[in-house]
Each structure stands twice: as C-alpha cells, then as structure tokens.
Nanobody, 122 residues
Framework: QVQLVESGGGLVQPGGSLRLSCAAS????????MRWYRQAPGNQRELVAT???????NYADSVKGRFTISRDNDKNTVYLQINSLQPEDTAVYYC????????????????WGQGTQVTVSS
C-alpha cells in the first residue's frame, strides 16, 4: 500500500507564510504527477497546484504568484510554499499523487493524504 502524509499546517496571521510537506511511502516504483488540493468548509475540493515528474508546474489563478510547488524525488516528497497568506486560504490542504507501485507497470494509481489544516486569522 502507498501512504501520503501531509505536515506543516497550522495557525498563521494574514501575510504570513507556511511550507507544507507531503511524504509518500510504501511499495512505490515511481511517482508521476503530484498535486495539492484544498477544501474550505462548505466548498468543493479544489486543485491548487500540480507538479509533474519532470518538474513542470501549474497553479490555480487564485494562488499564482503566492504558492510554489516543488518536489524531491529522492525523498518522494512534494512541498507547497505558501506566502502572503490570506483568510480565504483557510482550508484543509490535501496531497494527491499518481503512483506506479512495485510489481505493477503501465499505469498509475491515485492516492490521497488525510490533509493538514491551514488557518489564517489574526
């Protein structure tokens, strides 16, 4: 089985910064795309950032210029640097990854982490 574990969330004042981490572990052969989603109370889960295995990135318009996604393939870890935090950034942030497992080839399985809470408040 593959597990994704997020960390780095917390309470921060408006204008502050956080760095979220998501470490993948388990029977991993390779990891293709990795993503960060977020879900605020009463809202649908939204995609905020994507990074491919080669390092190409995409961002939602609402976070472009403030969020930076990166990855360390040796550690099977994806990061989300969040700057200039605003109250509307308050949400549970989820890690998502397309993983090819050991013993399998030709396709990937999609996995989710359990989320880490980011709260922006003064």
């Amino acid at each position: 089985q593959v597990q994704l574990v997020e960390s780095g969330g917390g309470l921060v004042q408006p204008g502050g910064s956080l760095r979220l981490s998501c470490a993948a572990s388990g029977i991993i052969r390779s990891i293709s795309a990795m993503r960060w989603y977020r879900q605020a109370p009463g809202n649908q889960r939204e995609l905020v950032a994507t990074i491919t295995s080669s390092g190409n990135t995409n961002y939602a318009d609402s976070v472009k210029g403030r969020f930076t996604i990166s990855r360390d393939n040796d550690k099977n870890t994806v990061y989300l640097q969040i700057n200039s935090l605003q109250p509307e950034d308050t949400a549970v942030y989820y890690c998502n990854a397309d993983v090819v497992r050991v013993g399998e080839s030709g396709y990937w399985r999609n996995y989710w982490g359990q989320g880490t809470q980011v709260t922006v408040s003064s």
